[in-house]
């Protein structure tokens, strides 16, 4: 192992004590992100977690409502009324025109006739 990857406990304890992310780490020392977990895991240490607000993280990006009740569980960008007007609108685009399905008869999923 090269000196330029080696990585002095202390070090990385007052690092990790400033409250830095691996990410921060690897940019305030210059040595990559690997290596800094890599020395993470050698020295039994860990970063502290980030404790997130879920009404910052979330923010509709096209009526600006950042209310959490309003978004679904696995959706970020849209809440819920933009995310059902979006679904909406796409399936509207996906049918056929209204004068094409009117002259077309189908039964059990089959054309039997287009006049």
């Known amino acids: ?16 004590d400033d409250g830095l992310s691996t990410r921060e780490i690897s940019e305030k020392t210059g040595k990559s992100q690997t290596t ?7 020295f ?4 502290q977690k980030k404790k997130f607000n879920k009404s910052e993280r979330r923010k509709c990006c096209h ?4 209310n959490p009740d309003n978004f679904y569980g696995h959706k970020q960008g849209l809440c819920k009324t933009c995310h059902n007007k979006y679904q909406i609108k796409k399936g509207k685009e996906n049918w056929p025109s209204r004068d094409w399905v009117e002259n077309v008869f189908i039964v059990a999923g089959t054309i039997l006739a287009v006049l």
């Open 1 to 16: 192992m090269s000196y330029e990857q080696f990585m002095e406990k202390e070090e990385l304890s007052h690092l990790i």
């Open 36 to 42: 800094i977990r890599y020395w993470l895991k050698k």
């Open 44 to 47: 039994d240490l860990k970063t």
């Open 63 to 66: 009526c600006k409502d950042d």
